[in-house]
């Protein structure tokens, strides 16, 4: 088969794929900088450590992010088969996700637009 033929390339990027377990939020009613904030506190911890912080923590995102985290523990138990007490959160990060567009009405007619920004979060275990 050739080189670039389209069955080999795709061989060849599934045999690079990650294998980490993983999960991941699309389109989180929260800004990227506000969830980042949270995400910036549990990066690198082990994830026991890190749902207690998010329990704690008085920010709305981190309720987001705590359900994902679990999601991600339940990916890691159910598809991989590893132990939840070894996991630690390798990568987390919230990327930009498109922007709902409102109007507000102003004082002599003028409108202000609001901006409701939302973001694709996405975390990534692995076991120690």
């Known amino acids: ?64 992010i705590e359900k994902l985290l679990k999601s991600a523990i339940a990916n890691a138990e159910n598809n991989n088969g590893l132990d939840a007490d070894n996991l630690y959160i390798a990568e987390c990060y919230a990327n930009k996700g498109p922007t709902m567009k409102r109007v507000r009405p102003r004082a002599q007619g003028r409108a202000y637009r609001i901006e409701k920004r939302m973001s694709h979060i996405t975390i990534v275990l692995d076991e120690r």
């Open 1 to 64: 088969m050739a080189k670039g033929h389209r069955s080999q390339i795709k061989r060849e990027r599934n045999a690079q794929k990650d294998t980490r377990p993983s999960a991941k939020l699309s389109y989180a009613r929260v800004s990227v900088q506000k969830a980042c904030f949270v995400l910036d506190a549990i990066r690198g911890k082990d994830v026991k450590t890190a749902l207690a912080i998010l329990a704690y923590s008085p920010r709305y995102a981190s309720s987001v």
